[in-house]
T-cell receptor, first 113, second 114 residues
Framework: GQQLNQSPQSMFIQEGEDVSMNCTSS?????WLWYKQEPGEGPVLLIA?????ELTSNGRLTAQFGITRKDSFLNISASIPSDVGIYFC?????????????FGKGTKLSVKP | EAQVTQNPRYLITVTGKKLTVTCSQN?????MSWYRQDPGLGLRQIYY???????DKGDVPEGYKVSRKEKRNFPLILESPSPNQTSLYFC?????????????FGPGTRLTVL
């Protein structure tokens, strides 16, 4: 079935640094989503992308829908301690039934003040 | 306040003892789903429901049951729990249509099966 591969698995950065992470698939996706999970909580949607090449921002976060439709990128500018968490990419599994959403394994971000 | 609630938040049980984890949303969402989260494996979908009386299997449905008798509720049932079902479980909901992927998640239920 379809799989989403996220990299890096984890990142340790200094406050103020910019962050880049990505998500790739061997299959084409028509939708890419980025979620953030803070410790002890459920994931929260950050950005949804619906068009190849689309670039969408949410505050200091910017996500891009790769032109090949097989990848997506998330950038965080000027990181702050509250950016700590696990970032997941997700997309609909077109190999399965409508409604089946699959997630990558996540990128764990740690920010040192 | 718009929210997805899950109960209980923490549960320790023994192998074979039937249990139900409840999920309720107050946003009139058609779509609801259950996920489990295990270290290093991310979130994996167990079951989902596109509307009342409509349910479908996700990627890891074995050992679980669900029902959708009312729009707001989507309980997860473990008829005979086993230790490999020890996990963190999340319920989520969303509107149907193109935005069904934009899901609101509950706070999670941490289940331990001894």
């Amino acid at each position: 079935g379809q799989q989403l591969n996220q990299s890096p698995q984890s990142m340790f950065i200094q406050e103020g640094e910019d962050v880049s992470m990505n998500c790739t698939s061997s299959s084409i996706f028509n939708t890419w989503l980025w979620y953030k999970q803070e410790p002890g909580e459920g994931p929260v949607l950050l950005i949804a992308l619906y068009k190849a090449g689309e670039l969408t921002s949410n505050g200091r976060l910017t996500a891009q829908f790769g032109i090949t439709r097989k990848d997506s990128f998330l950038n965080i500018s000027a990181s702050i301690p509250s950016d700590v968490g696990i970032y997941f990419c997700a997309g609909p599994n077109y190999g399965g039934s409508q409604g089946n959403l699959i997630f990558g394994k996540g990128t764990k971000l740690s920010v040192k003040p | 306040e718009a929210q997805v609630t899950q109960n209980p938040r923490y549960l320790i049980t023994v192998t074979g003892k039937k249990l139900t984890v409840t999920c309720s949303q107050n946003m009139n969402h058609e779509y609801m789903s259950w996920y489990r989260q295990d270290p290093g494996l991310g979130l994996r979908q167990i079951y989902y429901s596109m509307n009342v009386e409509v349910t479908d299997k996700g990627d890891v449905p074995e050992g679980y049951k669900v029902s959708r008798k009312e729009k707001r509720n989507f309980p997860l049932i473990l008829e005979s729990p086993s230790p490999n079902q020890t996990s963190l479980y999340f319920c989520a909901s969303s509107l149907l249509g193109r935005t069904y992927n934009e899901q609101f998640f509950g706070p999670g239920t941490r289940l331990t099966v001894l």
